[in-house]
């Protein structure tokens, strides 16, 4: 069976749960699963991490994404899930440290405006430490979650790991059906997905090879 579109996806949840009468609710086992793979779970006795590759990162273009002088904040791309580094577009180029907003509050409130020099997050938006007194293009690099499969059909994830998705909609679907005897095995088999894909992803990230680096020096 290929799974590579939304469609698909519902096909084979189907199939594997061996029911017929779900079709209305396999859409939301897919948003819930969708919620597990991009936000990770605390679920106590099936925990997950969120998923981290490398088809997820983007980067912000600092000619069209800029601050504004005197507004502190600037809103976070759509489908932003996590930073993985924040710098203005000057010469040199000016790295920002992030803060918690207590840090920054404590340090910055109050002061003159001037180039950003930390960031924190507020809401749905990065915030800037001092207020930006001009316009800076911003590169940000973040992780992005993949759109909603109910609103973009397919994309690189269930195209190239459609396990990670067929899994995580079978461990949702479970408490609703009221059968939790295959649970174990669905979340055995999302962790081993989602495990070797990261694992493989980490691997291309630095050519299969991995230095190790002691504080102590070298012998």
Known sequence: MTIATYADLQNAVGT???RADLAANIPDFITLAESRIFYGSDDPNFPSPPLRIRAMEQVTDPALYTTTAGVPTLALPNGFLEARAVSL???PIADLDFVTQKQLNAAWVGTANGRPQVYTFQGDNLRF???PDAAYGVTLAYYQRFDP????PTNWLIVNAPGVY???ALIEAQPFI??????????GMF????RSLMVADQQDRWGGQMVMRSDTGNP
């Open 89 to 91: 577009a000057t010469v």
């Open 16 to 18: 594997w749960l061996a």
């Open 178 to 187: 009221m059968s939790d005897q295959r649970l174990p095995l669905w979340a």
């Open 166 to 168: 067929l899994y995580a």
């Open 191 to 194: 962790a081993a997905a989602t």
């Open 129 to 131: 430490g001092p207020t």
């Open 149 to 152: 499969l109910a609103q973009t």
